[in-house]
């Protein structure tokens, strides 16, 4: 992969300055922030997979050889609005402050985070040992997308192109490390074929299995010659118990908008819910080099019947694309709190304005799995905003335009990308036991005065309902450390894990992975004083800025009580020579015995 690949934008300072000219999306755009009434799509369009069938159990599996890999870097996400920064003068809007938000030198200390790190082991990575991925797979991938989920014994993180099985009590080793496709060994096409990255991992809380999803991309070649060529696919596999080396339901469907990017995920009691940012190429042709799929096509947001796919079942997939322009990278609420059914919502849209905005987009969509023509999707064109205190994505003006703005000790080592376009995986959704609030948790990554911070926030919602407002807003401190690439979730006692990157510049303070967030009962807003869960002792070289696309906290569904986080971090200075580590937490709010 080129450079070119990774979507840098630089501008110079000139047109940086440029940017207070007008709004990405033109008053138009802005008008739609008081629109009295949600605009609403509907128009679903209803597939059957192209292809479906049971596994055997994944460990009597026998992998596909693996497909030649000319290049070591996986694609990275495509930022929509910055790829119209060159066609259009951005500005901020009124709404925003040109001061951006800091943390007095005056204020108090903060409280150490109270929540105590338990089991930690090392994932799945880059170095030559029993978890080694190349080892695998044949080749070095860049970087890890890195996310995990916890069922009732076992814990499974997925990385780009590969995922292990592990013990949740001792953290051992059960199986793997499996090439992604591994899911899809004998299934035939290109989910048994292509390993393309972007993938999700999720355990389905109400009912006990393991839900695995990974798009394919129709990539080939590298460099310049880089080319994407449909047919595209979403390829799923519903496990048929709680054990995650056990048989599968496996299931193809193809992604036919476009290029289908970002994959995000949220499951419910009724539909397991999948988004995805589709991009088609600028010269209308199917397939293109990479470097020229630079047209924006919209949100794809879909629904999958989850009942169907836990009994193996004929399923339908039921899709609405959102070709607005003003909606991107939406993420679909995820439950912690099992057996929700009814409308989907979700929240993102957060770059139309530059440098910022004051707003969270929130949408909902209302799937009817018998009538699918009655199928809707509300809150298009930002007209369900939600208004939250005035931010400035991070970005790093002026000179070079774009997200890859972190520094890291080593001189020479790369600046790495924030992804501050977009909120953060994942959407996690918490309804009280006692009948009360459903809370909705969500971050992403914004600038301070001197670095950038991980912002965060608790949307509250009353039972059975989907307006949302802003319950509660907190950011990590303005303390010149650079906080990206996070993911947060809330336990049964309303504490709130925040956990992401952190580097900075300074000796010492290569990319490594912390947590910190509130404790019930704190101020509202209050971000309590972080902890170290995993040191990184070297920089990242050479592998264009990619630090991963997200992270992932998970709230064990056995307790409700211990979250589960999982991130990257460099053992030593290298060029593709990533870890992971996957770390438990718990808040003393939950008892021995949670």
Request: glycine share 10%.
């Amino acid at each position: 992969m080129t450079k070119s690949d990774t979507w840098i934008l630089r501008f110079s300072g000139a047109i940086f300055a440029a940017l207070s000219a007008t709004a990405l999306c033109g008053p138009a755009a802005a008008a739609q922030q008081s629109a009295s009434q949600p605009q609403v799509l509907s128009k679903a369009i209803v597939n059957t997979p192209v292809h479906s069938d049971v596994s055997a159990p994944l460990t009597a599996l026998t992998a596909s050889p693996s497909v030649p890999q000319a290049s070591d870097t996986t694609h990275a996400p495509i930022k929509p609005k910055m790829l119209q920064v060159a066609g259009a003068p951005l500005t901020r809007t009124g709404t925003v402050s040109a001061a951006q938000p800091t943390v007095s030198a005056l204020e108090p200390p903060r409280p150490l985070i109270s929540a105590r790190r338990g089991l930690g082991f090392a994932g799945v990575d880059e170095v030559d040992d029993a978890l080694d991925c190349p080892a695998v797979i044949g080749h070095s991938p860049v970087p890890p997308d890195t996310n995990a989920a916890v069922g009732d014994t076992q814990v499974v993180q997925w990385v780009n192109e590969c995922y292990a099985v592990f013990d949740k009590a001792s953290g051992g080793l059960i199986a793997g490390p499996f090439a992604g496709n591994q899911f899809w060994a004998g299934f035939g096409g290109n989910c048994e074929t292509k390993n393309d990255g972007d993938p999700i991992i999720q355990w389905d809380k109400a009912h006990h299995v393991w839900v695995a999803s990974q798009n394919t991309f129709g990539l080939s070649g590298s460099g310049s010659t880089r080319r994407t060529d449909p047919p595209y696919f979403t390829c799923i596999a519903v496990s048929q118990t709680a054990d995650a080396t056990g048989s599968y339901n496996r299931y193809a469907f193809a992604q036919r908008p476009g290029f289908p990017d970002y994959p995000k995920w949220g499951l419910s009691g009724n539909a397991y819910y999948q988004t995805q940012n589709v991009f088609v190429c600028g010269t209308g042709n199917p397939g293109c080099l990479f470097s020229d799929l630079n047209t924006f096509g919209g949100v794809n947001v879909c629904a999958y019947e989850g009942a169907e796919m836990r009994e193996g079942r004929p399923a339908r997939q039921i899709c609405i694309l959102d070709n607005s322009g003003f909606d991107d990278s939406m993420l679909p609420a995820d439950d912690d709190t099992p057996g929700r059914t009814g409308p989907e919502v979700l929240l993102g849209a957060i770059d139309n304005f530059l440098p910022g905005d004051s707003h969270v987009y929130e949408f909902v969509f209302t799937v009817d799995f018998e009538e699918p023509e009655n199928s809707t999707l509300a809150g298009v064109n930002g007209t369900m905003p939600i208004s939250v205190p005035a931010f400035h994505l991070a970005i790093c003006p002026p000179g070079a335009f774009n997200t890859f703005c972190v520094p890291q000790p080593t001189p020479g080592s790369d600046l790495l990308d924030t992804l501050g376009d977009r909120l953060m995986y994942r959407l996690a959704r918490f309804v009280d036991a006692d009948g009360g609030p459903q809370h909705f948790l969500v971050t992403h990554t914004v600038n301070d005065t001197a670095a950038v911070g991980a912002r965060w926030y608790e949307f509250r919602a009353q039972q059975h309902s989907t307006s949302l407002s802003l319950y509660q807003s907190g950011q990590t401190p303005d303390d010149r450390h650079y906080r990206w690439m996070g993911s947060i979730a809330m336990d049964k006692h309303g504490d709130i894990a925040l956990g992401y990157s952190r580097s900075s510049a300074r000796e010492e303070d290569s990319p490594s992975i912390y947590f910190s967030g509130q404790t019930a009962g704190d101020p509202l807003g209050m971000t309590e004083r972080e902890a170290l869960i995993k040191r990184g002792h070297g920089s990242q070289l050479n592998s264009f800025g990619r630090w991963g696309d997200y992270s992932s906290m998970a709230l064990d569904g056995a307790d409700s009580c211990r979250f589960w986080y999982t991130n990257q971090y460099y053992p030593a200075d290298g060029t593709r020579a990533w870890a992971t580590w996957i770390a438990s937490l718990k808040f003393p709010n939950c008892g021995p015995g949670e």
